[in-house]
């Protein structure tokens, strides 16, 4: 009976009204309820106020709507997940410093790189080269911002606008500047990709990566807050909130089928991410 009830028109009706009325007007008090309603779920500034975890609300009760949201599960995994890319990040820039090479890392859908921020600060130029590419033209300016302001032209980490899928005009540019990653990170943009492009995708990484080089991917396996983010939020792209959740085998193929070898894939607590990383 509670099937049925939950099928019928009447509970459809009333589970929108919670969600699109009421919910959302909660939402919109908060800086990452806002944030996530007014289309920019996906951008890395919405991103980089999770990182901070500092809530902030238009009035004091939509600061603690903020601070609700900042500590939900879905949110957590998150942060856990920058985490644990800056993890995958330093063990390699380690092991590179021991082989005398340079880690040049491309951070495709970069947001503003809080990882590489971290590490920056441990790291000098020396050790690590990276350029970050995003297609939202205010997470660029705050990334760069966060990275020092006009000190970024000298800076070992770069930040610019690009199109993640025209991945031939990036190769283009590395013949030009003789610029070869040797580490590719391609995070949170693929979730809003069909099958098709993400497979695409890995092969022209692949071509673009240095021998012996890594990819670190990351994969949404399922979604702690889904029904929410499906009713309420919107992208950067004006559309509602679409993402793929694949199983990690699935990205394994796909992994080998591009070519790459040594896929090694892991979970996170909650298991909603999957940190995947491959070499080429």
Known sequence: MLESLKESRIYKRLED?????????????SQLGRQSVLGRADTGLNFEHMYDNKAE???????????ILLDMPSVKATRNRKDNIAKILRNEIRNNILRKRKTRVLDIGSGTSRYLGEL???????????????YDKDTVTLARRLAGGKSRVKSHVRYARADA???QHLRDLARRIKWI???VVASGFIYYLEDAPVKE??????QGLEDQGML???????????????????????GSWAVHYRDPEKLRAWLFEAGFRDVVIGSDPWGMYNICTARK
């Open 57 to 67: 609300g238009i009035t004091a009760f939509g600061t603690l709507v903020d601070r």
């Open 216 to 238: 670190i991917m990351s994969n949404v396996q399922k979604s702690l807050s889904r029904k929410l983010m499906e009713k309420v939020c919107t992208t950067q792209y004006g």
């Open 120 to 134: 920056k600060n441990e790291y000098s130029g020396e050790h690590i080269e990276a350029m970050c590419l995003d």
């Open 165 to 167: 899928m025209k991945l």
């Open 201 to 206: 995708l890995l092969k022209e990484v692949r």
């Open 17 to 29: 009204f919670f969600y699109k009325k009421i919910l959302k007007a909660l939402l919109l008090t």
């Open 181 to 183: 990653p040797n580490v």
